[in-house]
Nanobody
Framework: QVHLVEFGGGLVQAGDSLRLSCTSSERTFSNYAMGWFRQAPGKEREFVAAINRSGLSSHLARSFRDRFTISRDNAKSTVDLMMNNLKLEDTAVYYC??????????????????WGQGTQVTVSA
């Protein structure tokens, strides 16, 4: 499994932007497709975005396509989630996840076998 650490969460106001980052010490980070999920209180974990190993292809859940962007820097072993125009309903714990080495990943959380500890994002009015 891959050790992942998320950071960048915090308390923001509605309409603000926030960049979450996930870093790994894995030397072969570029061999892993990556994803972001979130879980709001009382709700199931929800797919947000995924990006392939090279970073040239990404997929966002429909409800986030106009506000969120996923990117990665394999030289730095990081994957970012840029969130714009945040809404109250974006309040959640955001998780970074890595897929199985060499395999594509999508919106199904079962495709990922390494997870970070999560970072809290709280959006206030």
């Amino acid at each position: 499994q891959v050790h992942l650490v998320e950071f960048g969460g915090g308390l923001v106001q509605a309409g603000d932007s926030l960049r979450l980052s996930c870093t790994s010490s894995e030397r072969t980070f570029s061999n892993y497709a990556m994803g972001w999920f979130r879980q709001a209180p009382g709700k199931e974990r929800e797919f947000v975005a995924a990006i392939n190993r090279s970073g040239l292809s990404s997929h966002l859940a429909r409800s986030f396509r106009d506000r969120f962007t996923i990117s990665r820097d394999n030289a730095k072993s990081t994957v970012d989630l840029m969130m714009n125009n945040l809404k109250l309903e974006d309040t959640a714990v955001y998780y970074c996840a890595a897929g199985v080495e060499g395999y594509y990943t999508g919106p199904d959380s079962r495709e990922y076998n390494s997870w970070g500890q999560g970072t809290q994002v709280t959006v206030s009015a």
